[in-house]
């Protein structure tokens, strides 16, 4: 099976780029399957990886960033893959 987990942060105003950066920075101690990062509006960034596991496993996660750097709480979700046309 495979699960992709997103996590979304959004910067503080002006300051996505250095959100940006330290998503980009942030390394995980597996290395998952795929690994994407993703901006958005309103100083948004998206991280979504993807994982050979079951939809309940414990997999490494991107920490929360500094409270100086996002206006909020990060959102986590986790999907489990249905695979193209499902």
């Known amino acids: ?32 399957l795929r690994r994407e990062t993703f901006r958005a509006p309103q100083d948004r960034v998206l991280v979504i990886t993807w994982w050979d596991a079951e939809y309940d496993a414990e997999l490494p996660e991107l920490p929360e960033p500094g409270e100086e750097l996002v206006s909020r709480a990060v959102h986590r979700w986790r999907f489990e893959a249905l695979g193209e046309g499902d």
């Open 1 to 32: 099976m495979t699960v992709a987990l997103m996590w979304e942060a959004r910067a503080v105003a002006g300051r996505g780029e250095e959100l940006l950066a330290w998503a980009r920075a942030q390394e995980l101690p597996v290395r998952p």
